[in-house]
């Protein structure tokens, strides 16, 4: 039963996850970071990514596009969402490459295993983040 256990783990880690060089050797690591993808700034600085920090500003002049028809008028909706969707892939892409460059830090520090345990618990506080925020919006839209 113990030996099911250790493979079930295994096989889950596996399933979910591609090999990436790090280091000259072949280490198994999620494809797509969520913890990355959903709170960049604050996921890029505990990992040393400073570059997730840009996000912040830029959603900030997407939110200002999209706030603003009334001076820019129906092309200004349109430029707004087209900046917000190529935010979103931006976005995507930092977070497709956001474990090796994370993983490349820590690599001496912790264990895989360890690695995408922390990744997982970025996901969920990511995912409670973006849950807090649309509670507060639609708190604030309904007032």
Do not use: K
């Amino acid at each position: 039963m113990s030996a099911a256990r250790d493979t079930g783990g295994a096989h889950d880690v596996a399933e979910h996850c591609e090999a990436s060089e790090s280091g000259g050797a072949d280490v198994a690591l999620p494809r797509f970071n969520w913890g990355a993808f959903l709170i960049p700034p604050v996921w890029g600085i505990a990992h040393g990514q400073w570059a997730g920090v840009f996000f912040l500003p830029l959603w900030i002049f997407v939110d200002n596009v999209l706030r603003g028809p009334q001076l820019l008028g129906a092309a200004g909706v349109v430029a707004g969402w087209l900046l917000a969707a190529a935010t979103l892939g931006i976005q995507a892409a930092y977070a497709a490459h956001a474990n090796e460059h994370a993983w490349r830090r820590a690599a001496g520090t912790v264990t895989v295993e360890r690695f995408v345990r922390a990744q997982r618990r970025w996901a969920v506080a990511g995912a409670l983040s973006i849950a807090f925020m649309a509670a507060a919006i639609v708190s604030h839209l309904a007032s």
